[in-house]
């Protein structure tokens, strides 16, 4: 009779000599490994938003270009006001708007008519408020002593000529379409969309909408990382969905070399008989990372394509989305042109209990709620509704632990990744 191993009953019990890639041995091997995959254009600034700048913006002028009024008021030489408690001034004819300069020098002694945004006249670097001004038509009184410099903005107080306004490999935002707006910046030149494949393997997959027969499911994998992809800003490619073969899985492999700059599958990235993802990128000597120290997850393979960067993440799709968050994005992010990112994270108290295994990274996931984070019902890999419950994830390191309520744990919203 054949004498059976000790029970372990843990699917992350290594085979001996066989080591796990912690988490972040993982993120520093594809920080290194990944380059921008895509070329550079100029577009305009109404279609900038959200893509990747390919260089470092610099102003070309200032911000604003002259000192000007910040306010309603009156405009004089401060220093006639910083030490004297009531200050009576002759008023100029005329004013001086935005878009619309004064245009003559206004003596010591004198004072003009000023509206918000208005050049500042020679003669003039200080406004007081018109609400705190007695004026008739020749002069003006009020009270002191005001600060020279009050209620005025001063050239390049903002933004000044020759300052780095954004990086390259910054993803923009609409706000920072109206820095660049503000100094006269009309176009800038952005890396054009990393186009992404997204594939599932298995033959136990069909389309939503098909009928299922037994030992059969829905590929809910695919529509899940389209979306996320798509919500990214990447260009999506849909390859469909390849069966347990390794000749029809290199078709479509060489299929996206050719039509992608990077690829992300699911299924077939572990080491079983029909696992055909992570064996064709061994076998094509790419093979970079697979069984990570990550739970859920494990089974991710890693590698090049004929150039092609592919992503093998795990069938399940928690395991897929946790992944996909985790290593994927990042990764695409530095592709894409961008910079590396990790996520923000917040400390919470944790209103849970779990006692957590040493040896691997795992992210329940949660949400806050009360200020606490809560965790779904069940860690099974199974149950997809619990991707839809929560709203980021809590991060356990690899030493074992226990969490009480009321301890702090690591939080980060879906937002962040």
């Not at 992300?264 to 992570?278: L, N, R």
């Not at 006692?355 to 009360?370: Q, T």
């Amino acid at each position: 009779m054949i004498a059976p191993p000790p029970l372990r009953d843990d699917c992350f019990a290594l085979p001996p000599g066989v080591d796990w890639l912690s988490v972040e041995f993982a993120l520093e091997l594809l920080r290194n490994a990944m380059r921008p995959k895509v070329a550079t254009m100029c577009v305009d600034l109404g279609v900038a938003t959200g893509r990747i700048l390919a260089e470092d913006i610099t102003a070309s002028e200032n911000s604003p270009p002259h000192a000007n009024s910040a306010i309603d008021g009156y405009g004089y030489l401060g220093v006639q006001s910083e030490d004297r408690d009531v200050i009576c001034l002759s008023l100029m004819q005329g004013r001086a708007a935005a878009g619309h300069p004064f245009g003559t020098p206004v003596p010591e002694g004198y004072a003009v008519k000023v509206l918000t945004g208005a050049i500042l006249p020679e003669g003039v670097d200080t406004v007081v408020m018109q609400e705190d001004v007695s004026a008739d038509s020749h002069e003006i009184a009020f009270r002191g002593p005001l600060k020279a410099g009050k209620n005025t903005r001063s050239v390049g107080e903002d933004i000044q000529t020759g300052q780095v306004l954004f990086g390259k490999g910054r993803k923009i935002r609409t706000s920072d379409l109206a820095v660049l707006a503000s100094v006269g910046i009309s176009q800038v030149t952005v890396y054009q969309p990393l186009r992404v494949g997204i594939l599932s393997t298995g033959d136990e997959l069909i389309e939503p909408g098909e009928q299922a027969q037994v030992g059969q499911i829905y590929d809910a994998n695919r529509p899940m990382l389209i979306g996320q992809m798509m919500q990214l800003g990447y260009d999506v490619l849909d390859m469909g969905r390849a069966d347990d073969d390794a000749q029809s899985l290199r078709f479509i492999l060489n299929s996206a070399a050719d039509r992608c700059d990077a690829l992300i599958t699911t299924g077939g990235a572990s080491a079983g008989e029909e696992d055909h993802m992570s064996a064709l990128l061994r076998d094509s000597g790419s093979l970079e990372m697979w069984r990570i120290a990550v739970k859920p997850g494990r089974p991710m393979a890693m590698g090049l394509w004929s150039g092609l960067p592919v992503f093998g993440l795990p069938g399940n799709p928690v395991a897929a989305m946790v992944c996909a968050l985790v290593f994927t994005q990042p990764a695409l992010r530095t592709l894409a042109g961008g910079t590396w990112k990790m996520p923000q994270s917040f400390d919470v108290a944790a209103a849970f209990e779990k006692s957590k295994k040493p040896g691997r990274r795992e992210y329940l996931r949660a949400r806050i709620r009360k200020g606490c984070a809560e965790v779904f019902r069940s860690e099974g890999s199974g149950r997809i509704t619990g991707l839809s419950w929560a709203e980021g994830l809590v991060e356990l390191a690899e030493p074992a632990h226990d969490v009480k309520i009321g301890d702090k744990v690591r939080y980060i919203p879906f937002s962040e990744f």
